[in-house]
Structures are given as C-alpha cells and as structure tokens.
C-alpha cells in the first residue's frame, strides 16, 4: 500500500451468492460482474479509514480529488494498491468515483447516501451517512471516543459502565439513570437496542469492536431494525487513531476529531522525541501482565497496554517468552515460576503488572498496595532482581493511551522523562472528556512501584 511500510494487499473473497442482511454491516457483500464479494484488506491503510481518502492522509478533500484524477489517466490501476481510491466501492476505479467523492466531500448525502470504510476487523463496510448519529456504546474505549467527539449523542451504554466499575468515572459527563442498560457487552440484549432505535425513530448506531468479541450475531439479528454496527479499533491492535479519525468523519464531527488529534499528535510526538534520544544500553526489558487475575496473564501484540511499551521503545520480554508467537494478549497465563524464568533467561528488568478501577482512586489506594504486596510476596526473589510496579488501566488503551505512555515513560525512564508534567497532559484529557469538574490528576492514583520518588499514588482515601 502506498504511504506506509508495510506490504498491504487485498485479498478478494468469492462468496457463495446470498443475501445478506447486515444493519451497517460488518459484512459488506457487493454484487458486481464476477458475482458477490467480500474485500478484506490485511492492514488499516492509513488513519482515516474511509474510501475516497486517496492520498490516505487525514482528511477527505481537493487534495484526494486531483489524486485520483491523476490515477484514473494511468492505463493499468492496480485495485489491491489502490482500492482506497473506490470511493464508490465498485470495485472499478474511475471517473464514477471522483464525482462520488466530490459529492462526499460537499456532503450531499441525500445523493450518494454511504460512505464506505475499513472497520476494525479489515473489511470494508458501508454506512449510512443519511441517519441519526445517536449512539449505544460497548466498554469504555468506543463510549470515550463518542464523549471527545459528542457527548450529547450517546443513548445507551452496556451494564460495565451504567452498575460495574466504570460508573464512577462517568456519571459526571452522562446522566447514566436516563440511558439505556444493552447488559453485557459481549453479548448485549439485541432487544433493548431494538427498542432504542425504535424510540429514536427507527435509527440506531452500535459503535463497538471486533465481531468475534463484541455482540457477534448482532449484524443478523438486528437486520430491519434501522441500527447499524459501527465496529471500529477503539484500543485493538494499537489502532486508536484510525478507528477514532475514522469515527469522527461517520458521526460528522469532524472539527472536534481534529481538535483533539491535535492535541493527541502533540504529546506522542513529545513522548517519541524523547524516545529517540535514549541509547540502546538504557532501554529495558519488560513485559506488562494482568494482575488482577488469580494468575498472571501476559500481555501481548492485542492490546494497549502492549502497544504502549513498544512505543517506549523498550525490549520485548512477552515476544521472547512466547517464541515469536504472540497470542494476542488475553488469556496467555503465566505461573510464578515463569516470571522467575523471564528474568533468569530473558533478562527482564520491568514487570508491569495492571489492575482496573476507576482512574484508581479513593479506596483504590489500598487495593493498589494489597495487590502490589500480594505478587511481590508469591512471586519471591525474581522481583528482587526485577523491577515491580502496579499500574491503573483506565489511560492503559485507547485514545487516553498517550498518558499511559507517559506514566510508564516517568517509571521507566526517570531521567529521561524528568522534565515531563503528566499533570498537566492528563488534566488536559480530563477536560476532552468532560470530567474534569470531577476528577483531576490530584483525584488519582496511577502507579504504585513501593518507591516515593516513582509513585503516582494521589488520592489515599
């Protein structure tokens, strides 16, 4: 694929012809001359993942314009290099698409009515730019993402964020008695979002993730209901910026998405120059595992929290241990022994280990300890010889991830790090989320390491 690294291909997927009945579809099913397709691309092809961004860069505009003007003149396109010029996802490109995208582009929807996009399972998908923007949430990552975007759009949330641990961080920005309660959100209750549409006058968007994790059946069994799933990276694979770039252009808020990515570019560009100028003979080995589990479970490629220490450049104790094999990160159990066995054979220096609560304050405080004391007590003399830290995942993944970049910087990278104010950058995300009238850096309890100097431990409780 043109403008990035790596070797993107599509891969073409004959399909047995059917009808598919898919509200917003995770599964885009196109009807064209060599029969019904299903297009899947093996990587996200550049941050805003919506077809018609032709120079693949952030934005939809003249600039895509004259590139898919020059495109169309040569006398072979390749589409597995250029499918992002289909605007109209035809699976030809030419002169059809430039006057499709310069219809998306002057937003004359009642024209064209989708827009096609990657979503965070890499097949292209259609939605429908002509309906209500109201939304139901599945965990917190997609819900952040439509509160920085537009907090007055969400309806509905699942029963993680209106009873569970994440209540308290959000009751200040959403009036949660009055949204609606779609249950789990692995398997929410496809019913309740039917009615929520239904009251919404027959539109509904479900914005979540991956099918196979988050409501699976649902594009089938709410097919006729006005919802459309919205499945986009909110914290998958490290691809935040793409499914939330990707999230503002499909909920028209596009000058809000900019703001924030702004302020977002900002601090990772701050983080990376720092970055860039620690020597290889400072940077450690480490490995980041769940904690709150009853074993170790380490993390890998899949999640956040992986992501985010690849960005601190550090050596990656998880790839060694698992044998180039990573597993995606959840479910990769580690007993106390092969802790032992990673600093004795891999040499790993930091242990990271992640606990959740909200943004882990008041009571939170002693749990942080409890469960620091608890690993440092059943794991023995390997954390001796290892560093040790219990860390907050509520800024671990997704788009709060830049903090968790800092934080993880300050703990690893003291020095390096010294004259960074995390207190002030988390502040800032505080107030694009809308909670800041509640919680502050001061409210929190972030890091805890046994060591005074490192602790981010501000709110005992």
């Not at 959100?185 to 993730?209: F, H, L, R, T, Y």
């Not at 023995?380 to 910087?409: K, M, R």
Request: proline fraction near 3%; aromatic fraction near 12%.
């Amino acid at each position: 694929m043109r403008g990035i690294d790596i070797n993107t291909k599509i891969i073409a997927v004959v399909a047995v012809v059917v009808i598919v009945a898919a509200a917003g579809g995770a599964y885009m099913l196109m009807s064209d001359s060599s029969g019904s397709k299903e297009y899947n691309t093996d990587e996200y092809p550049s941050r805003l993942m919506v077809l018609g961004n032709a120079n693949l860069d952030d934005y939809l505009d003249e600039r895509d314009v004259a590139y898919l003007e020059n495109i169309i003149k040569q006398e072979k396109i390749d589409y597995d290099n250029y499918f992002m010029c289909d605007a109209n996802f035809d699976k030809v490109i030419d002169e059809q698409d430039v006057d499709y995208l310069k219809k998306m582009i002057a937003e004359q929807w009642d024209d064209i009515t989708y827009a096609y996009y990657v979503n965070v399972d890499y097949k292209v998908c259609k939605f429908d730019m002509t309906t209500s923007k109201k939304c139901i949430t599945l965990i917190a990552p997609p819900l952040d993402n439509v509160l920085i975007l537009n907090s007055s759009l969400v309806v509905g949330v699942d029963n993680r964020i209106t009873t569970g641990k994440y209540a308290e961080e959000y009751n200040t920005v959403l009036d949660i008695s009055k949204l609606v309660d779609v249950g789990n959100c692995n398997d929410p209750d496809k019913e309740k979002i039917s009615q929520a549409s239904k009251d919404n006058g027959g539109e509904m968007i479900v914005v979540c993730g991956t099918q196979e994790s988050y409501g699976p059946n649902m594009e089938e069994a709410l097919a006729g209901s006005g919802v459309q799933i919205l499945r986009l990276p909110s914290w998958e694979y490290g691809a935040t910026t793409q499914g939330f770039i990707t999230l503002g252009y499909l909920l028209d808020e596009q000058d809000n998405a900019y703001k924030y990515m702004e302020w977002y570019d900002g601090v990772e560009k701050m983080v990376q120059e720092i970055i860039k100028t620690i020597p290889e003979k400072d940077r450690p080995w480490v490995a980041a595992a769940y904690a709150h589990t009853d074993s170790l479970q380490l993390l890998g490629e899949y999640t956040g929290e992986y992501a985010n220490l690849m960005k601190l450049g550090v050596k990656d104790v998880a790839e060694k241990y698992l044998n180039g094999q990573q597993t995606g990160g959840h479910g990769n159990a580690i007993s106390n022994e092969a802790v032992s066995a990673m600093v004795d054979q891999y040499g790993m220096q930091y242990l990271i280990g992640m606990v959740g609560a909200p943004f882990q304050t008041q009571g939170e405080y002693q749990a942080m300890v409890n469960t620091y004391n608890t690993w440092k007590n059943a794991i023995g003399p390997a954390l001796d010889e290892c560093e040790f830290a219990i860390c907050g995942y509520s800024f671990s993944s997704g788009v709060s991830e830049v903090l968790n970049q800092l934080i993880l910087g300050k703990y690893i990278y003291p020095d390096y790090f010294a004259d960074v104010d995390v207190e002030k950058y988390v502040n800032e995300y505080c107030q694009f989320l809308g909670i800041d009238d509640k919680w502050t850096y001061d409210s929190m309890n972030l890091l805890y390491c046994n060591d005074p100097s490192q602790d981010i431990m501000n709110n005992r409780g």
